[in-house]
């Protein structure tokens, strides 16, 4: 009986998966906004890096490849003005700081503004350690479609836009500025959690048959999200997930001015993060426009920002 004992123990044993190895992360914070009569640098970066970013990475079973970095400005790109321009410019300071620790085993978080910061981010993601050029993918998850031009746009914002700028849909300018010489093709882009258009952006939505994922996806981790994500991952050779916070249910966003009903929680976002991030084309997590300081004065918005990167350490870890 003994002997019997022992050998069903240590076929146990065999079969048991080995531990994860340690997840090495690179984490950018990029602080430009772009938004015109407010301060050009946003505080929502430093804001999730002061909950002790570092240790939590630890903790979580990470590694920073180096100490997190700070975009700004050179001394001459200083000099320049105009709101969007400079934002360009630190999208390309953005884009060289990404490039830097390019490694299909390294994850690439961006702890951006607003999503305007997508932008650096894909222009970094272009390029492969040895400079060779990549297909990118972009996750776009956000209440909005951010894929309005200025001929559809009702506010008029910059961050109502990124997407279309990217896509190579308007403002060429900034887009090349940012480092981003080429629009990605509308099949490489996947939108997540979308319940909040204009009417123009909606009707631009259906002449370009997006392709989506639901909330109703994301809370249940449905066979359609895995789908989708397979069928990016097998157009594209790298995957940037991107997240505007706004996405998720308003009690976890109180602070935010564009907050949206019925968004999930962020530990269910976090679990489509840990599917998604299973996948080794998805290489880099953007996080933007969390609610900062006064505007998250019980912490609410930082927790599930970091819920959120944990997801995808823990998806990492997964492969």
């Not at 003994?2 to 240590?10: D, G, N, W």
């Not at 079969?15 to 914070?29: E, G, H, N, R, S």
């Not at 997508?118 to 297909?135: F, H, I, P, V």
């Not at 019980?298 to 997801?311: K, M, P």
Request: hydrophobic share 45%.
């Amino acid at each position: 009986m003994k002997r019997l004992f022992f050998a069903v123990l240590a076929g146990l044993i065999v079969a048991a998966p080995a531990l994860a190895d340690t997840v090495k992360l690179d984490v950018i914070k990029q602080p430009y906004s772009g938004s015109r009569n407010v301060p050009e640098l946003s505080i929502n970066p430093d804001y999730i890096h002061a909950a002790g970013l570092e240790r939590l990475i630890s903790g979580w079973g990470g590694e920073l490849v180096r100490p997190v970095q700070d975009i700004r400005l050179t001394a001459e790109q200083d000099r320049q003005y105009g709101e969007w321009n400079r934002l360009a410019l630190a999208n390309a300071n953005f884009a060289e700081r990404v490039r830097e620790t390019r490694a299909d085993d390294v994850l690439t978080v961006g702890l951006e503004a607003n999503c305007n910061g997508l932008l650096g981010m894909l222009a970094g993601l272009k390029y492969d350690g040895n400079g060779n050029e990549q297909r990118v993918g972009l996750v776009f998850i956000d209440a909005h479609g951010d894929f309005n031009i200025p001929e559809t746009t009702l506010s008029g914002m910059l961050g109502g836009m990124p997407v279309a700028i990217a896509a190579g849909h308007a403002l060429h300018n900034v887009r090349r500025t940012s480092g981003l010489t080429d629009g990605l093709p509308m099949e490489h882009i996947l939108w997540g959690g979308v319940r909040d258009l204009d009417p123009l952006e909606a009707d631009r939505f259906r002449e370009y048959e997006v392709a989506q994922f639901s909330v109703d996806d994301v809370r249940k981790l449905s066979s359609a999200l895995r789908q989708r994500m397979d069928e990016l991952a097998a157009r594209v050779d790298v995957i940037y997930v991107h997240i505007d916070m706004d996405v998720l249910d308003p009690d976890e966003v109180p602070g935010h001015g564009l907050r949206v009903a019925d968004g999930p929680t962020s530990k269910e976002l976090a679990g489509a993060m840990t599917l998604m991030f299973e996948n080794p084309k998805s290489v880099a997590l953007g996080i933007a426009s969390t609610p900062a300081g006064p505007l998250d004065p019980h912490g609410v918005s930082r927790q599930a920002a970091l819920n959120l990167i944990e997801g995808a350490i823990k998806g990492v870890q997964a492969r």
